[in-house]
């Protein structure tokens, strides 16, 4: 994610802003836990048969979870907001089930034991209504929260960070990634897009149905569905892969042409820094929407109806977040700076594409972190979770470590990194373990402890 940072000033000018409008309760104090999970369930495969029309804002929905069980079980746990369940079934065998608020709890035939497979089959239905973050505001009746959205006649996804019960039930913590199928039907004059590859458009009465396979696996923040009529424009990246730009034909055909005609050159710079692209498609779609940020939503960045600031080193962060934070994902929220840091640290390389004027970055960013006394980027309350500390100083944690190893054993290492952690989830020890182990110097392990977790800053080790 890259969010745009509004000054204050302009908050407080914005006349729309002005109207009517109700911020949820500042909950500095709310600690990043993992509630909305389920310790006990592995899913392995959503399969999401999903029918809306922006019109209406109706969306119905028939989840197929593929599950297995990490302990002995009697009932499962799902995160879903504010969408009514009318049927559940596991394994074919309708069961009881009961709804909280964003708690969906199924009880399953009898005590499964750890090991156990099963598929539960979920249909449920209305109006999505977005999951409001601490400090969020609804403006003019107009949510400004996560999960599915909805605004002239179309429809698209933000998820992260737990947007994603706002429509599907799920297992919501980035540390249960799954596969994906999406089939959703819309009005035949949209197109829907979500995130792999398209497999099939069948038409209906007055439908069609766009069925999207996502063969590697994806933390729930990622998954994303859009549902607009759009211009396609295919844009060859490189031998074997093109990108798909879908941009809302209210936005016209040539919308933010100037940055995504540079997605070839961001792609090889990617590939000759850490390695080849991760996912089988790659895609970047528009939306209406005036959201304040882009997200790296996989295999399909997500871009809002708006120019934001940043440029195409923007562009840059969230194709990097292909290969940290989609591919490598954190295992838990805490540790979000090993997604946000690295995006921020490629932004940088991008931008300045030399050594001396990277330098002088760096020691901007540095001059400015010790200036405002910056926290450490291992953040534990949820309030900090997009907080400048996660981005800036979790780009310096590397930069201070490639100042320390040197370049060629910091390009060792972040390859390295990359394919030890590849499709699957890391904590921070694990990223202090292989820096120690694939830099040769097991001394970076306090310096990384320090930059990392610290309250105080740690000087800038000397290049
Ligand atoms: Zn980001």
Redesign the pocket.
Known sequence: ???LVLPLWLILCTPSLLASTVTTPATAHIPLETALRDPAIDVEHYDLDLTSDPATQLLDGVATLSVSLKQDASELTLALHALPVTVVLVDGQLVPFSQSPDRLNIQLPEVLPAGAAFQVVIHYGGIPQQVLEPGDSVVSGVADGVGWKTIRRSSYVLNEPDGAMSWFPCNDVPSDKATYTFHVTVPDTLRAVANGQLTSTVSGPGTRTFTYDMDSPMATYLATVHIDRYTQVTLPLRAGLEAMVSIPTMLGANFQKANWQQLPAMLKFMEQQVGPYPFGTFGLIYTQGQDD????TQALITYPGKALGGGAGGYL??I??QWF?NSVTPANWQDIWL??GF??YFEDLWVTRDAASLKQRVLTRLNKAQASRMPAPYVTLRHDLFAPRV?QRGALVLHALRATVGDAAFQRFLRGYYQRFAYKNVSTPDFIRAAAELTGKPSVTLMLQRWIYDAVMPPFPKS
């Open positions: 994610m890259k969010r940020y882009a997200l790296e962060h969230e990097s977040h934070g997604s946000e995006a921020t981005y």
